[in-house]
């Protein structure tokens, strides 16, 4: 107990020692601190503005040094300057010393005040995170081998090709199960220029994804072909298979639009953040066609989409009205949550060359070309889209080589655009097909065929990719990273008996059942 006594009486007399050494420091600072001030008013004199008015001396200004030299000479009796406070002697350090002291607590204080603004601040919520591949869990690349990296300048070199010997095989119309149906697409009709009515907004559909965790690309193809050809197609001596949405998000990597679009969502390389891994499209290798490669998207680029000021896609838009409106359907009326084109899609399966490459594309239609006009349009599909008035001009900026060249990959003969203004009104009717283009904008086809060159050289690249002996029954995926392209697998436990979706071609179609991929988590 004594022992603790003791122990307790030393830590008030340090405690005290503290507070007394505190305090005299503080009576210490106050004290210089009216010394200053004393000596500073005690300092002040009458000084010499900056103009001098002497008859030997110009109107001019001086520094206060040479004026009072010059009132000096002229004999001006005027008390001699005096520094404004001494540097020396136990007065003037103290004054130092007080000015010191006095500047760090105001940057403490500063510095204090900027951490609590940090600290109150509201966080803003950034866009959502990208969705991968079904097969692939989580980010770390542990978990995946990479087989080849794609970078766009490497694409520069590749020689330009055109789209030649186009041959239409057929149509159907499907909900989103795919299941083949009359293939009934309406006709664009040029709405009546006078008196053009008030559109309202309605859901937009999405593009639909090629390959999901329930339904496979290579079977919705094997179907669609049955239908359109009764089971006669031959297709072995095809090079690719795919869609014209996964040609389409190949040509935005290919002119930049797509790297431009991530990077400014914040999905690149930036600081205190990594770059986002997205599994674009699924590689298929057939086995029934082993020269045939198939391309099949798992996710949508949709550029109005996870933007960091709209992190939630707004599905609404004039679209949906303008494209009734042009093909002489009624418009849709009730609140907007209903305003929603319920009718089936409409496709048509292309197969054409594109450059050295025999290609099977499957090509949304919106609304064919009037029966007058089809036999001279140089495609049978037409695009109906709106726009706002402020970007009317925007069809015809860089990005129109890559419009020109999906035009020939997805056979569209004529782009529709209704330009809107803020009442909602349609004030305009764009009506654009090739031939307007090319007569616009002089080169555009030889731009157009540049890009088309770099793509088929994009997919020859992949194609030497599945042919190495490492990548022998394994599922591929083209997968996008800071602003590059590349050939992944997953690494997948010893029991994996091989991809459902390669084991069946376009000779046979796998139920559900059979082709529900297996679960590598």
Not at 135 to 161: K, R, T
Request: charged share 25%.
């Amino acid at each position: 107990m004594k022992e603790e006594a003791h122990h307790h009486g030393l830590g008030l007399v340090a405690h005290t020692s503290q507070c007394l050494a505190k305090g005299v420091a503080f009576a210490s600072c106050a004290a210089a601190v009216e010394i200053f001030r004393t000596r500073q008013n005690s300092f002040r004199c009458l000084q010499p503005t900056a103009f001098i008015p002497s008859p030997t001396v110009p109107r001019s200004f001086v520094p206060h040094a040479r004026a009072w030299r010059a009132l000096a000479a002229e004999g001006v009796h005027v008390a001699p300057s005096r520094p404004f406070h001494s540097t020396g002697g136990p007065h003037g350090l103290l004054a130092t010393f007080a000015t010191a002291f006095v500047s760090l607590r105001s940057w403490q204080q500063q510095q204090r005040r900027m951490r609590a603004g940090l600290r109150g601040k509201k966080r803003r919520k950034g866009p959502k995170k990208l969705k991968s591949g079904y097969w692939q869990e989580g980010d770390d690349e542990d978990d995946i081998d990479i087989y080849e990296w794609i970078a766009a300048e490497d694409l520069e070199d590749d020689p330009p090709v055109q789209v030649t010997n186009l041959h239409r095989i057929g149509g159907f119309s499907a909900y989103d199960d795919f299941e083949p149906m009359v293939y009934n697409p309406p006709e664009y009709r040029a709405p009546d220029r006078v008196g053009l009515p008030t559109l309202k907004k309605g859901i937009k559909r999405l593009p639909p994804i090629d390959q999901t965790g329930d339904r496979s690309f290579i079977a919705d193809m094997r179907k669609a072909l049955n239908w359109c050809s009764d089971g006669n197609y031959e297709f072995k001596h095809l090079d690719v298979v795919t869609s014209f949405s996964a040609l389409r998000l190949l040509m935005a990597f290919v002119d930049g639009t797509l790297s431009e679009d991530i990077r400014a969502k914040g999905k690149h390389t930036r600081r205190r953040g990594e770059a986002e891994l997205i599994d674009i499209i699924r590689i298929i290798r057939l086995p029934d066609a082993p020269g045939t490669l198939g391309l099949a998207t798992l996710w949508n680029w949709v550029p109005e989409a996870m933007s960091v000021k709209n992190p939630s896609l707004n599905r609404n838009s004039f679209d949906l009205s303008l494209r009734r409106l042009a093909t002489g359907k009624p418009l849709l009326d009730g609140p907007p949550s209903i305003r929603e084109d319920l009718d089936p899609s409409h496709f048509q399966l292309l197969e054409y060359d594109c450059g050295d490459l025999r290609m099977l594309v499957r090509a949304p239609v919106m609304a064919v070309m009037p029966s007058v006009d089809s036999d001279d349009a140089e495609g049978l599909a037409v695009n109906v889209q709106s726009a706002n008035i402020k970007r009317a001009g925007q069809f015809w900026n860089s990005e129109l080589s890559s419009r020109y060249a999906e035009m020939q990959l997805g056979d569209v003969g004529m782009v529709v655009r209704g330009i809107m203004d803020k009442g909602a009104s349609l004030v305009e009717l764009q009506e654009l097909t090739r031939e307007d283009l090319r007569l616009d904008r002089p080169g555009v086809d030889q731009d157009g065929d540049c890009l088309l060159g770099r793509l088929v050289g994009l997919i020859h690249r992949i194609r030497e990719v599945t042919e190495y002996p490492g990548c022998a029954g394994r599922p591929l995926y083209l997968q996008y990273a800071d602003a590059e392209l590349r050939v992944v697998a997953p690494v997948l436990d010893s029991d994996f008996d091989g991809d459902p979706w390669e084991e069946t071609g376009l000779a046979t179609v796998p139920s559900v059942a059979e082709a529900t991929p297996v679960d590598v988590a």
